[in-house]
Structures are given as C-alpha cells and as structure tokens.
C-alpha cells in the first residue's frame, strides 16, 4: 500500500473520523541523468562518433525487430562506447545573463514580468508568508449530483482511507453517498495552496480529486456546428457506435513508449560506464549562454530551487527593503 500523502480528519456537519490520504494514480516515466561524453581521441571526434539519426535507426530497429536490421551486441557496443569517449555527469549551473558570472543560490529574488525587460522583484520571504498552511481536516461541506459535474474539473486522484475505529461512520457515509448517486465538495490546505475537493464513491472506497478552478478551465474552441442531418444518418452513425462497443479494461492499454525504453535499457544493462570524478582544481570553459539561461530559468521555478531558498535567508538588497516591490528595467 502506498504512503500517505496527508493524515487528519473529515469533518462534515458534527461528523468527525480520522482519515488518509493515498495517492490514487501517477504517471510513470523513466528518468534519464545528462551525462557528458568526452572524446578519448579528440582529433576522431567527427569520425568515430556514430551519427544521432543512424544511433535513432539502431534503437528503433532493436525496439521493433525491423528488417533488415542487425542490432549490436552488448560486447560490440561496450567496445564502441569505451572508445568513443569518457563519460562524467553533469551540473546545472546558475548564471547572469547580463555578466555571466555564477550565481549562489542566496543571491536569488523572485521576479515578475510586469511589461517586456521589466520586473517586480519581490523577497522570497514574502512569497513564503502568503502560502497556505497544510490543514489537517477535510471540511467537507457540499453534496451536488453526481451528473452536474464536469470530469473537466478533475486534476489529482486520490483514495480516502480510513483510520483505525473509522470504518463504521466511514462505510456509512460511503453508502450514502453511493445510494443518492452524490459527489461531496470539500476544502483541504494541502501544498503550499487551499485546494478543492470533489469526493466521489466508488465501488470499494471514497477517491478524491483536488479541483481545477473556474479560471484554470480554458474554454471550449468557437465550433459551429449548425449542420442539420436526417434521421436516416444518424440512425447509420448509431449503428456505427454499437457495432464497437466493448467493456472497458484499463490492462488492455499499454505505454509502448516506455514499453520500447524499457527494452533499450535493458539491452545496455551490460554496457555499464564508469563516472569519473569531477577534480576541484578543474578548470571549466565557458558554457553555451543560450542552453545556460534556458536550465537557470528551469532551476529557478523548480520545487527543489524553492525547498532550498526555504532553509536559507535570502540577502536583503536597499532595493528590496522597500513596502512596495521596486520596478526593475533589465
């Protein structure tokens, strides 16, 4: 069974039970870390390496057993990489735009865009107060018909779980809910943000999904759809319809793509690379400008950046000190 994601209590009318929160479905991907491949012979760089569209061929031969095609063996391939180059991970490195000079985590501020080239800076520490404390009930306080909401509205699953001495006034509410063919709205400070709830009773247990808001909903395309047709047409597109109807079975549907990744993977498990170990005295040359902002940009909005900024004091400029955020031109 899952972890819990968040434990506490349901509360609606003078009803309270101790209940969790379980993460009901997540999309699964593999993770691939950059790796920076260095040329053992630098004067074979452009020969010995092969090219990225015949490396793509190679794979998708391997993957889809396509004629005509003989993959390399593990061996050949441990070989061809050995000598092709030496391989060490990579870092992200933060870096001005304006000077190029790196830059320490505690050096960064939050900016808004206000107009092109202009920004709002603003201290971490002011984004920090306005988050939403994590709550520890779920203040279920709606009951709406199960037709009147909109599947659109549904963002992340997951399964409400019962605490020990829960079950009864659990089971019962669960019931109820399936009986009256009812959805429950509730609210819950869970993330940093207050989220909406819409509970739902499914066979063996109440799923929750954490709402979209009415602004986040972008709205349908303009479609015209005036056309008139004959009963005769309909009645043949019904037909159509039946001829194709099946039960649903969610095994039958399978990810090819990490089906195919899956396979690759495992083809190279032998063809294992030692990393070398970054020196500290290493000299480093100056690193592509435009690929550098774009993974400073990316590190900046990152959760991992945030939880960092979190744990250490971020460095008070004059400009900053100010009530009201200064209006910066880049």
Known sequence: MPSAVWSGHLHFGLVVMPVRLLVAARTKTTRFRRLHRKPVDESNLFTSLPSFSQDLEDRDSEVTGEVGKTPSTAEERSDQDSAQGQYSPVRQILQSEVTGEEILPDELVKGYEIAPNEYAAIDPKEIKAAEIETSDTIDLFHFVKATEVDPIYFERSYYVVPDSGAEKGYALLLEAMRKEECLGIARIGMYRREHMLIL???????VAYTMFYANEVRPAPPLDLTTTFSNKELSMATALIKGYEGTFDPQQFKDLHQERIGKIIEAHLDNRTE?????????????DLMEQIRLSLAEIESKKSD????????????????????????
């Open 200 to 206: 739902r009773p499914s066979e063996d247990c109440l």
């Open 275 to 287: 990393m070398h170990p970054a020196s500290k005295s290493l000299t480093r040359e100056a690193p």
């Open 307 to 330: 939880a960092h900024l979190s744990k250490k004091p971020a460095r008070r400029t004059a400009a900053l000190s100010k009530k009201r955020p200064q209006r910066v031109r880049a």
